[in-house]
Every structure is written in structure tokens, then in C-alpha cells.
């Protein structure tokens, strides 16, 4: 099999990074500027797209070459590549779809093996090169040549810059495209042991195919909400000049100054979780209506329509909102553009109204009906989304999948019961936690505050939380005390005694692996395994799950950790105990006013890795655990039993629009919408987890909605 490495230079007067890939292509203006190439790893040879002569064009045999199925293409971000090239060179959408098997993606690959994106990023936790001052160099260039300049007198009023306009700096730019192919084909060296699996790089074809259907957007309604929003907006402007006088209402400082004033008490903030607070404790009617503004002002997700706006393409339809593998590890799908995985959800009962009065532009209507206007522009954001004509969606999703995969492999048998029954996990968890009969915890029965609790547990406490989890869950404004927490945290564990042993059996089955370098076996065909390559400094913690794809942990290491747990006394005398990891911070508790009255260490080992801090965006080490590896698992799994019904539903003839974590939104006509066909489809055994019992739930919609 013989391998062509390519990197692509590219112009358009579209921005990629707010419209998305398929609109950039799609530009009436969108050209090939440079095209990189390498045949088997040979020397890198350039083809200058944009300046004439006889490298103006790309020969037929290099043409061939990208038709032909006995060439593997490779690329760092394929997509990119396939799809800029199937534009160029007129594919029909059937052709091009017909080569993507012979593609592979570098970026991918990457992923898969626990790497972060961008070829920048991947290069430096490799260990690779890279030169700043040459990275921002071909920023520079790419800003320079491949997006459109401002005019002026200086440059002739011209709106893009053209090899002929700056020769030197053109010269340079090739240079850095033929070191993108250089970089890329190192990348993929390097990784060539840890091979992606036929079957993910099949799910990648379809996740291209998806990505390129793409969904219709509702231009009525996406035009109608950010009319609204621009008339509420002005309305909250000016009343709150009115009420504050202050010339900025939406300033942090001007109106944290302003509150402080008013109500005598201090403002650390005004996040959203901080204005909800204040909000039921301040006793001044014009503070109150200041923090009611605010929060009404701070709906970002209303944004969404002017991302929606820009995103779309000539046809109606946005493309390119699913980001394959955007989650390290356990392989999910992230969001782009609008971020379908982050989207508002909606309560109004009266939905279709709501959207006819956006879509008039009524806004006295809206006021008069639904009082808070931003709210209900908030929650219209997912029926902007809509059918093809003569189309309906279909969308359906997993029920209480991730409890159902952690109970099946803790083999916890009280809770595979209640799936192969009833499915009430919430009931049947505080029934157990408790020692209530389920029958008795229904609505109108004083048991059923138990649901409650058995429901936030449920939420919390499987990947071994414990009160805090509880907390950040939103135990507190439940109306759950704190005191409660610690029973609720114990009397979960107390009656899922086999999860709680499928931590600490993960934990040291990675622990063992770790010190003896041998691997070990779980059940239910869990494999952890050191792999190296020596030669190219790759060390590996891995996780086999069921379906064999691989979880990789980069880089893993054991380091003796010793915490301290502070009893204390305040300085009103009150007991209070804190956990700390460095003396500088039990110094810290002392300076506070606090009496120390015990100290206890208590020395581990820990397990880290080298990973993309989700918080800092920075590729660094960080810990992990028992409970947190069975996260991962159970996501990871979860992830995989979503693919195989994407797959299904592909083979079956159904068209997915898009998902979003475990619900699948597909587009189909009218006489074919069978919604019971499609549950027991995604209902179906998996083949490689015999026993585990899913179960798909969903509705027919003209438009998308949460049921």
C-alpha cells in the first residue's frame, strides 16, 4: 500500500473558525493557494496554486493518485483536506464520499492516543521541534495571505493580498506549508505502533458524512430572536441607566460599586450563581430589579443565534457542528460552531406559540405572556433547529445509560434488576438507600422526598464523589441541608457495596500494572497494559475496554503523595476539619484566626499523566483514581454503545442530523418516521457487552426540542 502526505494553504473570504469548515469551501471565492505533497515519505514537493505558469494546476497523475484506492492519503485534520479537495477538483458528493475510507486523519490519531489537538500542541507533548518564532510566522502568513485585508491607499485598495504583492514573504509561506507535510508525517511515525482501529477509522467516514448533511436552520426564527433581543436589550439598557445612573449598567465594576452602595453589604461578583444568591437575600427593590436585569442581560447562550446566523450555509442548513473524538480518552463527540453538546433547555409548555411570536417579531406578546423575554429566546435556541422539507425528526436517546454500564460491570445485581424491570433508578436507589418500599415512593406519598435525594445520588456519587460532588451536583439548592450530605454519601455506598469495589479493583489493577509492567484483566474484558516505544520516548497506560478500543494515559507515573487533615477551631469556637495537601496551607489556616487542635498525615501513592487540563487549556500532569478511571470507563463505553447505534441506524437507511452525548436527532420523511423501529435499534444487544440491557426512549418533532 503506498501513502501520499498532504497539507493544503487555502483562501477564502469566509472565517473558518465562526462558519465553520463547509461554508468556508462552499465561498463562491475559495481557492487552493499551495498544495504540500509527499509520496511514501519522501522529499516534500510543492505545487504554487496561485501564482501561474506551469505549477498553476495539479497534474493528472497526482489527480489519480487522489482517486486512487490503493493510496492511503493522509493528513493532519483530514477532513480539511478531503473536503477542500473533493470542492477543487468537482466530486460528486457520492465519489467523494466513496474515497473517504482511503483517508486518514493525523489529528485522530492523536487523539486517540491521548494527545491534545493542533499540530503545535501535539508536536510539543511529543517532544518535537518547535520553533515560536517561526510558529508565529506562519500566523502571520497564513492571516496575510489566506483571509481577506482591509483596504487602503497603501496597498491600492485592494481586499486580499496575491503572491505578486509580497514575493519574499510568498516564498516563505510555501516553505512553511512543505514543513506542515514534514511535521505531519513525524507526528504520524510516532504514533504508527499505537494503530487507530478499523473500526473507529469506519466510524470517522460517518462522522464526515454527518458533519457534511448537516441540519436546516429556521431563518425565520433565528431572525426573529435576534430582533427581540435587540429591542429587550435596549429596553434593560436604558431602565437600568434609569434606576442606577450609571453609565455602563453591564460594567462588573460599575455595578458592583453600585450594589455595595445600595444594599451596604459587599458584591465579590456578579456570576450567575452569586446573582441567583443575592437575589433572595437583598431587601432594596431597586438592587433587586438591578440583579433581575443582570440577569437577564447575561443570557450569552442567546449568542447562539448570531452563531447560528453565521454558520449557515447557501442551502439553510449548518455544517460541521460534531468534532469527532473531542474528548481525550473516552473518544466523544465535542461541539463546534453553535455547541449543540451545551444547549439551553426548555420548560415552556407552550413552545410553538413561543416560536410563532419570535418568528412575528411580537415582543409585547412575549412580554405580556411569558414576562422574561431572554429566557424564552434562551429556550427556543434548539427548535431553531429543523426537519428537511417533508422531512420529521426522530430523536431518541439512551435511558440512565451510564447507571445502567456501571451497574453492569460491577455486576451490582439489585440495580441490573431494576433495568431489566421498571427502569425507576432514582426510586429504586432510595429504596435501597433507605429501606422504603418503592411502592411507596410516588408523588403524593410523604416517601417521595426520597426520590429527591436517591436522584441526586445517583447524579453523584457513582464515580466515587463524595459531599462535594454532592454539592457541585446542586444538592444545597435542592433544599437538601449539608448536615444530610455524609448519610446520603454513605448509605449510597452502603448499597452499591460492588461499585465501590469497581473502583478500588480499577485502581489497583492500574497500580499493578504500573509497578510489575504486567498486564492485568478485569471483567467484562477490561485489560490494563503498560505499552512503550523506547525509540520514540511513547510510554503508555492503557485500557482496553470491551469493544477493544484503547483508552491511553501518556506518560504515567506513581508518586507518593502525603495529605494532612486540620481539626480546628474558629474564632467563634465552632470545630471544623480541612484536608490540605502542603504544610504552607495549614500555615495558611493558622494566620486565618484558626486554632489548630490536631493534625493526622496520611501518606499514598497516586497515579498521573500527562493530559490537556480542561480548566487551563495546558498540557500538563495530572492525578487520577479509582473512581475517576471508572468514569472514564463507563463514558468511554458509554461512547461506544452510541457509535454501534449510529453505525445501525446508518445501515438501517436513517440519516442522523446530529447528537448531542447520548440522543441521536435524525432527519426523516414523513411516510418513513417510525420511532419504535429506531428505540429497538438502539435498544439492541451489543455484541461485545452480552448482558448489558439498554434502552432508547424518544418522540417525533417538527422541530428539535427536549421531550
Partial sequence: MRHLSIDLETYSSVDIKKAGLYKYVQSPDFEILLFAYSIDGGPVEILDLASGGFESCI?????????????????????????????????????????????????????????????????????????????????????????????????????????????????????????????????ERRLSTFPVPE????????????????????????DGALHCDQIITGELMVEAVQISGLDNPKSVKQLTEWLAEETGEEVDNLQKGTVKKLLGTVNSDTARRMLEIRQELAKTSIKKYAAMKEAVCSD????????????????????????VQNLPRNYIETLSHARECVKGKKVDALKLIYGNVPDVLSQLIRTAFIPSPGHLFLVADFSAIEAR??????????????????????????????????????????????????????????????VGALIAMGALDMGLTQEELPDIVQRWRQ?????????????????????????????KGLVFARECDTKNDLDFLTITLPSARKLYYVKPVLKIETTYTVEFKNDMGISDTKKVKTLAEIEAIQQ?????????????????????????????????????????????TARDCLACSLDRLAAAGYQTAFHVH?????????????????????????????????RADGFVTTYYCKE
Fill in 405 to 466: 454500564i456501571i451497574a453492569w460491570y460491577a455486576d451490582e445485581k439489585w440495580r441490573l434488576d431494576v433495568f431489566a424491570t421498571h427502569g425507576k433508578i432514582y426510586e429504586a436507589s432510595a429504596s435501597t438507600m433507605f429501606g422504603v418500599p418503592i411502592e411507596l415512593i410516588k408523588k403524593g406519598n410523604p416517601e417521595y422526598v426520597l426520590r429527591q435525594k436517591g436522584k441526586i445520588a445517583e447524579l453523584a456519587l457513582g464515580y466515587q464523589g463524595g
Fill in 495 to 523: 448499597a452499591n457495596k460492588r461499585i465501590v469495589d469497581l473502583w478500588y479493583s480499577v485502581e489497583n489493577a492500574a497500580f499493578e500494572v504500573m509497578k510489575t509492567g504486567q498486564p492485568v484483566g478485569l471483567a
Fill in 199 to 222: 473500526s473507529e477509522q469506519r466510524l470517522w467516514c460517518l462522522d464526515q458524512v454527518i458533519n457534511v448533511y448537516g441540519v436546516a436552520v429556521d431563518p425565520q426564527l433565528v
Fill in 316 to 339: 439553510g442548513r449548518i455544517r460541521g457542528l460534531l468534532q469527532f473524538y473531542g474528548a481525550n480518552r473516552t473518544g466523544r463527540w465535542a461541539g463546534r460552531l453553535v455547541q
Fill in 59 to 187: 497534474p493528472l497523475w497526482l489527480i489519480n493518485a487522489i482517486k486512487d484506492p490503493n493510496i492511503i492519503k493522509h493528513a493532519y485534520n483530514a477532513a480539511f483536506e478531503w473536503y477542500c479537495l473533493s470542492k477543487y477538483l468537482g466530486f460528486q458528493p457520492a465519489q467523494a464520499y466513496a474515497m473517504l475510507p482511503q483517508w486518514r486523519c493525523t489529528m485522530f490519531h492523536g487523539l486517540y492516543c491521548g494527545y491534545p489537538a493542533g499540530l503545535t500542541a501535539i508536536n510539543e507533548a511529543l517532544g518535537l521541534p518547535n520553533d515560536k518564532r517561526k510558529l508565529s510566522v506562519g500566523s502571520a502568513l497564513i492571516k496575510l495571505f489566506c483571509t481577506p485585508c482591509k483596504p487602503t491607499a497603501a496597498n491600492g485598495h485592494r481586499t486580499r493580498t496575491l503572491p505578486h504583492h509580497e514575493p519574499q514573504k510568498w516564498e516563505l509561506f510555501k516553505q512553511y506549508c512543505k514543513q506542515d507535510v514534514v511535521a505531519e508525517m513525524e507526528v
Fill in 592 to 636: 486565618a484566626g484558626n486554632v489548630v487542635t490536631s493534625i493526622k498525615d496520611f501518606t499514598k501513592e497516586s497515579l498521573y499523566y500527562w493530559g490537556l487540563n480542561q480548566t487551563t487549556k495546558k498540557w500538563e500532569q495530572m492525578p487520577t483514581y479509582g473512581g475517576k478511571l471508572v468514569e472514564n470507563i463507563v463514558q468511554a
Fill in 662 to 694: 447520548d440522543e441521536v436527532v435524525l432527519d426523516v420523511p414523513e411516510n418513513l418516521a417510525d420511532l419504535d423501529r429506531v428505540c429497538d435499534i438502539m435498544g439492541q444487544p451489543i455484541p461485545w457487552a452480552p448482558g448489558l440491557l439498554l
